[in-house]
Nanobody
Framework: QVQLVESGGGLVQAGGSLRLSCAAS?????????MGWFRQAPGKEREFVAS????????YYADSVKGRFTISRDIGRNTVYLQMSSLKPEDTAVYYC????????????WGQGTQVTVSS
């Protein structure tokens, strides 16, 4: 079982920035395939935001955030970051961290979620 601890959410005005962090840990060694972020706005389905392959750092983004959000990783800390800039009210959602491991490569493990609210 892998535990994820997220931080960095909050309230920001439109055009502002926030950085989310997600640290992964487990009681025994584990191998990560990828880490990523999803979000869920009220009344909507959870949607993909960004992900990063752990081995080579390849990055993937939803079209809605390209050019505004940047995902990065710290291998030594088993931590993924999401730098969010030029935030819009439509970015308001609960943001969830996800890690896919060699032992759980499909659904992976999920964080508890952190609220991001962008005011207009």
């Amino acid at each position: 079982q892998v535990q994820l601890v997220e931080s960095g959410g909050g309230l920001v005005q439109a055009g502002g920035s926030l950085r989310l962090s997600c640290a992964a840990s487990a009681g025994r060694p584990f191998s990560m395939n990828a880490m990523g972020w999803f979000r869920q706005a009220p009344g909507k389905e959870r949607e993909f935001v960004a992900s990063i392959r752990w081995a080579n750092g390849d990055k993937y983004y939803a079209d809605s955030v390209k050019g505004r959000f940047t995902i990065s990783r710290d291998i030594g800390r088993n931590t993924v970051y999401l730098q969010m800039s030029s935030l819009k009210p439509e970015d308001t959602a609960v943001y969830y961290c996800n890690v896919r491991t060699r032992g759980n490569p499909d659904d992976g493990y999920w964080g508890q979620g952190t609220q991001v609210t962008v005011s207009s």
